[in-house]
């Protein structure tokens, strides 16, 4: 077992599907599982993986909260314990909101997996009515997938951009969590080659999140079969890094894990026959793909 590589594991469902669950060590000790809320995901997104299943299933409360008590079990009695919780591995966590917020709620529970609220992060793509209602429900951490900082390129890799645009996304997190005392945001910014990852992306990032109190998560693309884009390089990411640093931006930078084995971030999940359709690149990113 490669600890230090990750650890993925597949739940068997009663009904006979498959959900696929990461535990993700770290040198400073912490030890993060990665949970599922769906079986695929509707939403789309064009680098991700898990995006070309589709939505098969929502899970149900004590499908999401399983994975957890299951990492747990095992990493306390062989390899020390979970410290934190995510909600990024396969689904659209805000897609099945009750759900999540359910088993967030468990996680957090003095009579159950008493996690901190602020170990425990729900991702989502960006739906705003629910992210207006997970805010006002939940004092778990969030995290916006942004990917992109205009509304051409997100309306392309995210379509949920094309309902929920950067404008309204951000105007919405700025007036909500101006009521929530010390609460930052997660910002992931998956880094695309010759998509996302210019000089001018970063100066647009910087003014777009201006007024939330947030941090940013640069995450290294993982690529898979019938991908088109391309991971940027480490120098350039760097380069991205410092420029957001420069400006006062609290950011990080992700290392890929698991990527060998299809178990790395937006590399989830198994696509069928059918898959959702891959969207027309806006022509001046052509040559990028």
Not at 32 to 61: D, E, I, P, W
Not at 127 to 155: G, M, Y
Not at 182 to 189: A, G, N, Q, S, T
Request: proline share 5%.
């Amino acid at each position: 077992m490669e600890l230090e590589r990750g650890l993925q594991i597949l739940f068997n469902l009663d009904d006979g599907m498959v959900i696929e669950t990461i535990v993700i060590p770290c040198s400073t000790g912490r030890t993060t599982v990665c949970v599922s809320s769906q079986v695929g995901c509707a939403m789309n997104c064009q680098f991700c993986y898990t995006g070309r299943m589709g939505l098969r299933k929502h899970l149900r409360t004590s499908e999401i909260v399983e994975q957890a008590v299951f990492a747990r079990r095992l990493f306390s009695s062989e390899f020390g314990s979970i410290t934190n919780v995510v909600f990024m591995g396969m689904g659209e966590p805000l897609h099945n909101i009750e759900n999540v917020l359910k088993a967030s709620a468990i996680m957090v529970d003095d009579q159950g997996l008493h996690f901190s609220p602020r170990k425990v992060t729900v991702s989502t793509s960006g739906l705003v009515p629910q992210i207006k209602h997970f805010l006002s429900k939940s004092n778990c951490a969030l995290a916006v997938s942004l990917n992109a900082t205009t509304d051409e390129v997100r309306n392309w890799i995210m379509p949920i951009n094309r309902k929920y645009n950067l404008s309204l996304l951000l105007g919405t997190l700025k007036e909500e969590i101006r009521s929530k005392h010390r609460y930052k945001v997660l910002f992931e910014y998956v880094m695309l080659a010759g998509v996302n990852d210019s000089i001018e992306d970063a100066k647009r990032l910087i003014e777009l999140i201006r007024g939330i109190p947030c941090k940013i998560n640069l995450i290294s693309f993982n690529p898979h079969s019938g991908s088109r884009f391309r991971p940027t390089t480490d120098e350039k990411m760097v380069e991205f890094r410092n420029f957001l640093a420069s400006a006062g931006c609290v950011v990080f930078m992700r290392p890929s894990r698991g990527d060998d084995r299809m178990a790395a971030c937006g590399q989830l999940g198994e696509p069928g026959v059918i898959q959702p359709p891959m969207l027309r690149p806006p022509p001046r990113f052509q040559m990028a793909l």
